[in-house]
């Protein structure tokens, strides 16, 4: 949502003595009756609104009171302001509103912070997800590998349920997967799960109880945060620099609080990239056994690096086996339908996670296991992560050094030894969901980096993939992306200087 198209309309829609905070209240209903503000949308802030149209607090202040007056927007301290969603005239009585538990009211309004696409997906060259591309699929061995199961009379396996723990192939052949990254494992202490997600959820039912402390990076992975909050934990965030988590805020967290997990990505982290050294993570490991903790373990890109030399998991490091819950998965380097990850985690854990993940859904798809066992087992994992990480390499390679021609020292950003993300931080006072406006507008889109923090930071952030499109569909994007910032820039100048201008007409006055 452009909302500098207000600052046009203040005056040129304006009617006869109609107060300015009448005509935000129409546009902003006219917004709403469109779409184009769907119901949990969250609004700017008072001062965010009234600074982007030169206008006083109270202003805008008004025009919200209003809004809210006829029921169709609604404040909570802490949350912000949101488009409510409509009853129809015809329901005398809302069925489900006081239905809903916390955990979906919770989910609901995490993902509110999610801004809406204004354009067609097809016209914008898209910076946003953070998944591989078809052109990347090995969906050629993937057929081979399934005619040739069908053709032998070995597809029935695929057609029935799976253990529970997982197929014994894909098993063996995650083990040694893991035993390549120095991650030793016994049987016993490994579940197959349905990808990433799903073992973040798992981890959270078998550890998680409603107020218990979370320590997590900041910013960190959006659909982490909508798990943690939507099981009513009580999440702290722990700052995150160039070089990941900061050993001096976690060090104060843990003092501070009696904390039951903290959540974190050790290498290439969702959405800075950045990567913990192997000192910080030695420290981690012992400020979690001093204050006896337990980690997850994200290592959801683990096996895209580009260059820089190899660091050990946290669950690889001495004493790591004792407290961390290792979690990865294929679908990065491979592809998300495949829908497979896994947990290593202690024995008497791994026990009760594989009890939630019968509750959830008694076992994962036989098909996709069985298919990626004799994938693994071929040997042709190792071929195509060479073929995904040289051609991952170029484009992060062209996005930095298009970024270098088409921005000044004013915007900086982050340059990544591997994974899926740059990071990139605007001059201190912008926004970066503003911009995104401006760049979908100009046909690009990114995500704004305020959805990955816990609390209101980080409007001046956002984050880039590099992986989704070929080396001259960035080179574009980019350029697209600074000629939106530059209008952007352009824009908020003049708004500051009206601004200025109203404040300096309103001394005189007074003078």
């Known amino acids: 949502m452009n909302w500098l198209e207000l600052k046009s309309k203040l005056q040129s829609q304006k009617g006869p003595g109609e107060p300015l905070y009448g005509v935000i209240v129409r546009q902003i209903q006219q917004w709403i009756d469109s779409g184009a503000l769907p119901a949990g949308q969250k609004l700017p802030t008072n001062r965010e609104l009234s600074q982007l149209l030169g206008l006083d607090r109270s202003t805008v202040a008004r025009a919200y009171a209003e809004l809210a007056q006829d029921g169709v927007i609604e404040s909570h301290v802490g949350r912000g302001t949101h488009v409510k969603a409509r009853r129809s005239a015809a329901q005398s009585v809302d069925l489900w509103s006081d239905r809903f538990s ?32 078809e052109e990347f699929y090995p969906h050629e061995q993937f057929e081979a590998i399934v005619n040739e199961l069908i053709q032998s009379g070995q597809s029935r396996a695929m057609f029935e349920y799976s253990p529970a723990d997982g197929h014994a192939g894909l098993r063996q052949e995650v083990l040694s997967h893991l035993k390549e990254q120095g991650i030793i494992a016994d049987d016993d202490e490994l579940l197959i799960v349905s990808g990433s997600q799903q073992a973040i959820d798992l981890v959270t039912n078998v550890l998680v109880d409603p107020g218990d402390v979370v320590l997590l990076e900041d910013p960190s992975y959006f659909w982490a945060i909508c798990n943690l909050k939507s099981r009513q934990a009580r999440c702290i965030p722990i700052p995150v620099d160039q070089d990941g988590m900061r050993i001096d805020a976690l060090q104060s967290a843990l003092a501070a609080h009696r904390v039951k997990l903290i959540y974190l990505m050790p290498t290439f982290q969702n959405p800075t990239g950045a990567s913990l050294s ?32 190899h660091v050990p998991a946290l669950r690889a490091l001495p004493g790591g086996r004792e407290i961390v819950i290792h979690q990865g998965t294929f679908s990065k ?14 024995k008497e854990v791994l026990s009760r996670l594989l009890l939630a993940k019968r509750v959830c859904d008694l076992s994962t798809n036989s098909m996709a296991q069985i298919t990626l066992a004799r994938y693994l087992s071929a040997g042709l994992y190792k071929g195509h992560l060479e073929n995904v990480r040289a051609a991952y390499k170029k484009r992060r390679d062209v996005m930095l050094e298009s970024l270098s021609k088409s921005f000044s020292r004013e915007v900086s950003w982050s340059k990544p030894h591997g994974g899926l993300f740059i990071w990139l931080k605007l001059p201190s006072g912008l926004s970066a969901r503003d911009l995104l406006s401006f760049a979908e507008a100009e046909g690009v889109s990114f995500s704004p980096g305020e959805l990955f923090f816990l609390g209101s930071e980080g409007k001046e952030y956002m984050r880039l993939c590099f992986i989704q499109t070929p080396e001259n569909v960035i080179q574009e994007g980019i350029k697209r992306l600074s000629a939106a910032y530059g209008r952007y820039v352009q824009t908020v100048a003049q708004a500051s200087a009206s601004a200025y201008g109203a404040a300096r007409s309103r001394d005189q006055v007074l003078i």
């Open 102 to 133: 916390k955990a979906s009211q919770t989910a609901f309004e995490v993902m509110s912070k999610q801004p809406p696409a204004s354009r067609p997906a097809a016209e914008v060259i898209s910076f946003s997800g953070g998944l591989p591309t």
């Open 278 to 309: 192997i000192e910080r993570r030695t420290r981690i490991l012992e400020l979690a056994k001093q204050h006896n903790v337990a980690i997850l373990e994200d290592n959801f890109v683990g096996d895209l690096r580009y260059d820089g030399e």
């Open 333 to 346: 380097a491979l592809c998300p339908g495949l829908r497979l990850g896994w947990l290593v985690a202690p």
